[in-house]
């Protein structure tokens, strides 16, 4: 019995799909007695920012959350979980750490329809097997990986498949399609804007093209409208209004005329609507990156740019990219080949062009334009995926005929499909196989901020690093000063210069960054300034350092509305270096401040007095002198710090140069050795993390363990 075309399309859309979630089912295998990445005998997930949907589904569920919070209850990727979430019969922490691989796996769907549209199902099939597994598209798709990736390359395949079969029948109903396609994509991911503009670009230039030929464009330019009013910045039933209304139009013949007056319509509510400026927005902070992030108004502050320290965002290796897009080198020049000889032989693949480009912007022109980075390989993947395997099919079809009889050609090419597809799977799957990405927390953390949301108020604060914002309100239920996405330079600069000043100085900065963030929230004018600049002029001042320096005399505090509690982890010990560099800075002129030291490594051996040190760096324990490349310092004191009895820390000091250059904290449960500067040692991080020690006056303990300090505020 012959299969019709769409069951056997429908029956390899099945196969591609489950070969893509058993991939990712990889991960649970090899972590299956993992019980440090599991909370209540549930896994955790994997990424930082899938606590911030997690909490905003979590708080939809609830009914309610409390105000200010920064909980995401009206963006789609929580309210997707939500809905999942009273439909589908598992736990909550089952849902989100399943749901990536599940709806990531979806790109199979767009990807073979694409080869069918171009009557290569075989095409699409091998592409669909290898696109959901691409080596970066895995990455930011993988079980666990619960954010918004997981459906962020699915609606622009979905988008370009519209689009091709758009152009290919010129039938109405693909009109409808892409708008609701265009619709979706911007309800899920506001970012996709640039590439859907890129998108109806690529139309335009194409009815261009058919003008100057003296062919028939009418429905090119209807499909650019449809594009256009879809990405307006109305509601979501006024554009599916505009969309069904150029839809029903448009199924009526009708003068040129009267197609560029819907055509110039559609202009004016695009730039009425919004206009180009989100594209630009989106991309100069990767493209063109600057040390600071601006100025402010009234002090004209200069601020620290996140991006600056995001690896996502900096310049990769040629190697990495395209591996990120195709598995190895080799396979990634197999894919260019492919998809130029696609496009050669079906010029409508040039539609796919603004995802290429967007996922070739990562490595960039060297010389000409800063790569953008690891984030936009991704959006290569599908259609490179697409190149390879035409590639794949075409060689194999060759080779058959010519070095196969007759009567096994077709098993000779089936046998050629088979082996170079496999060849094409292997590197992404040794990838998957080796990606071992550790859940966000361990357990012991979860407990600690799980027992932390059962004493603090929803109302209270938490100061820590950006990086476990997210994580710290999921599971405590608090309120956060930065998180992973409020990190720019003027909030980072607070909790940044808390974290390494000396513990009073930083107390009383906590309790004026919190009274001012709340007021901030109530107060429109307040939020146009900076929480720095404010306290500053609140102070008669003109200069931020004036202020800083205020914080070690007896300066008087706001009132008190909330609790705040540290949050010091020894998680934070690797990136403490870029957590200081934010606070490094006179914001009056945009200049570091002092050059920081502070250089983790490990005790290697140790030789009679003679410590060696990774990275070939060598401590005489007895005459306090640092060597390292050919130069010596010498060393003013060295702590030593070990857990006994349990959780209790026991602290030791050796002093040796009052003039030495250097403090060493030698944390001996960890293995870790520290070499700091002295303003580095007395910073609250390390005072209150590394050795627990703390003002009694100003801060109390709540939880201790060698995973991470909570200590809440007293002032």
């Known amino acids: 019995m012959l299969l019709s075309e769409n069951k056997k399309a429908a029956l390899l859309i099945l196969a591609a799909f489950i070969f893509s979630f058993a991939v990712r089912l990889i991960w649970v295998n090899q972590f299956s007695h993992a019980e440090n990445f599991k909370f209540k005998n549930e896994f955790m997930i994997n990424t930082n920012d899938g606590y911030f949907w997690a909490e905003g589904a979590r708080d939809i569920l609830k009914g309610s959350h409390e105000v200010n919070d920064l909980s995401p209850v009206d963006y789609a990727a929580s309210q997707l979980t939500a809905f999942f979430?009273?439909?589908?019969?598992?736990?909550?922490?089952?849902?989100?750490?399943?749901?990536?691989?599940?709806?990531?796996?979806?790109?199979?769907?767009?990807?073979?329809?694409?080869?069918?549209?171009?009557?290569?199902?075989?095409?699409?099939?091998?592409?669909?097997?290898?696109?959901?597994?691409?080596?970066?598209?895995?990455?930011?798709?993988?079980?666990?990986?619960?954010?918004?990736?997981?459906?962020?390359?699915?609606?622009?395949?979905?988008?370009?498949?519209?689009?091709?079969?758009?152009?290919?029948?010129?039938?109405?109903?693909?009109?409808?399609?892409?708008?609701?396609?265009?619709?979706?994509?911007?309800?899920?991911?506001?970012?996709?804007?640039?590439?859907e503009f890129a998108f109806a670009g690529v139309i335009a230039l194409y009815s261009v093209y058919l003008f100057v030929k003296k062919q028939e464009f009418k429905y090119e330019l209807k499909l650019i409208a449809v594009i256009l009013v879809a990405m307006t910045g109305f509601s979501i039933l006024v554009k599916l209004a505009m969309v069904a209304i150029i839809y029903l139009i448009a199924k009526k013949d009708m003068p040129i005329q009267y197609v560029y007056a819907i055509l110039g319509v559609a202009v004016a509510l695009f730039i009425f609507g919004g206009g180009i400026e989100p594209v630009w927005a989106q991309v100069k902070g990767y493209i063109f990156r600057e040390v600071t992030s601006g100025e402010q108004t009234g002090l004209k502050l200069q601020f620290f740019n996140v991006a600056q320290t995001v690896r996502e965002a900096g310049q990769i290796p040629f190697e990495t990219f395209a591996n990120r897009i195709s598995g190895a080198t080799i396979s990634f020049f197999i894919a260019c080949i492919g998809y130029v000889w696609m496009a050669y032989r079906y010029r409508v693949m040039l539609i796919a062009l603004p995802m290429v480009g967007l996922g070739f912007l990562a490595y960039g022109i060297p010389g000409l334009i800063n790569g953008g980075g690891l984030r936009f390989t991704v959006y290569a993947v599908p259609v490179m995926a697409l190149g390879t395997a035409f590639l794949i099919v075409e060689v194999s079809r060759v080779l058959s005929d010519t070095f196969f009889k007759e009567s096994t050609t077709g098993l000779g090419h089936y046998t050629l499909l088979f082996v170079l597809t496999a060849l094409s799977l292997y590197p992404n799957i040794r990838h998957v196989q080796e990606y071992m990405v550790p859940t966000v927390f361990n357990t012991q953390e979860v407990e600690m901020l799980d027992k932390l949301g059962k004493v603090a108020s929803r109302e209270d604060y938490v100061v820590s690093w950006w990086d476990y914002g997210y994580p710290i309100r999921y599971y405590s239920d608090v309120k956060t000063l930065v998180d992973g996405a409020k990190h720019n330079g003027d909030v980072n600069f607070p909790v940044s210069w808390m974290l390494s000043s000396p513990v009073q100085a930083a107390a009383k900065l906590a309790r004026f960054e919190v009274e001012y963030t709340e007021k901030q929230f109530h107060d429109e004018n307040l939020s146009k300034k900076s929480t720095i600049e404010l306290m500053t002029l609140d102070q008669k001042l003109d200069n931020t350092n004036d202020f800083l320096a205020l914080l070690e005399t007896d300066i008087k505090l706001p009132a008190k509305t909330r609790d705040i509690y540290f949050y010091l982890p020894y998680r934070m010990l690797d990136i403490y270096p870029t957590v200081m560099m934010f606070s490094n800075l006179d914001l009056m002129n945009g200049k570091k401040k002092r050059d920081i030291k502070f250089y983790p490594t490990q005790v290697q051996a140790v030789e009679g007095n003679e410590v060696m040190l990774a990275n070939g760096i060598l401590f005489n324990a007895q005459s306090g002198v640092l060597s390292a490349g050919g130069s010596s310092k010498n060393v003013r004191f060295v702590v030593s710090t070990e857990y006994v009895n349990g959780n209790k820390l026991q602290v030791n000091k050796q002093f040796y140069h009052a003039d030495g250059e250097y403090c060493i904290v030698f944390l001996k449960s960890y293995n870790r050795v520290i070499a700091m500067d002295s303003d580095t040692f007395n910073s609250l991080y390390v005072q209150m993390f590394m050795l627990e020690n703390y003002d009694p006056k100003l801060f109390e303990p709540v939880q201790m363990s060698p995973y991470a300090k909570i200590y809440k505020l007293k002032v």
């Open 85 to 195: 979430a009273k439909v589908v019969p598992v736990s909550f922490e089952t849902l989100i750490f399943y749901l990536p691989a599940f709806l990531s796996s979806l790109i199979v769907i767009p990807i073979l329809l694409i080869g069918r549209s171009l009557h290569h199902v075989g095409v699409g099939f091998i592409a669909a097997l290898i696109g959901s597994i691409a080596w970066s598209y895995y990455n930011r798709t993988m079980i666990g990986y619960y954010d918004t990736d997981m459906l962020t390359i699915v609606f622009p395949t979905f988008l370009l498949w519209s689009l091709i079969w758009a152009v290919r029948t010129r039938e109405e109903k693909y009109l409808l399609f892409t708008g609701l396609i265009v619709i979706g994509y911007q309800w899920w991911y506001l970012s996709g804007y640039a590439l």
